[in-house]
Nanobody, 124 residues
Framework: QVRLVESGGGLVQAGGSLKISCAASGRAFNTYVMAWFRQAPGKEREFVAG????????YYADDVKGRFTCSRDDAKNAVYLQMNNLKPEDTAIYYCAARTGIAFGFREREYDYWGQGTQVTVSS
């Protein structure tokens, strides 16, 4: 089992940058595929970005490609989401998620563990 805690959310102006982090504790972190999801008010939670177990492959939703970078540091049991050129439509609660197994997953139901979320608000 793994416990996930997000941090680094906040208020930023459109065009700005923010880096959010997810700290993991518990079972060996390098056995998990990691991902970020987000949920905006009145909308369903959606996939944003993720990274494979070995860190060699990163995956992104179409609307964040080229703006967001997902990475992991297994020595620190952490995963990060660097967000650049933020837009008001990026405003949401961002959740860190962990998936057991090897294959990457893009769907919420494929993830076994979740953090409590961190709020990101982008003002226009």
């Amino acid at each position: 089992q793994v416990r996930l805690v997000e941090s680094g959310g906040g208020l930023v102006q459109a065009g700005g940058s923010l880096k959010i982090s997810c700290a993991a504790s518990g079972r060996a972190f390098n056995t998990y595929v990691m991902a970020w999801f987000r949920q905006a008010p009145g909308k369903e939670r959606e996939f944003v970005a993720g990274v494979s177990r070995d860190g060699d492959n990163a995956y992104y939703a179409d609307d964040v490609k080229g703006r967001f970078t997902c990475s992991r540091d297994d020595a620190k049991n952490a995963v990060y989401l660097q967000m650049n050129n933020l837009k008001p439509e990026d405003t949401a609660i961002y959740y860190c998620a962990a998936r057991t197994g090897i294959a990457f997953g893009f769907r919420e139901r494929e993830y076994d563990y979740w953090g409590q979320g961190t709020q990101v608000t982008v003002s226009s």
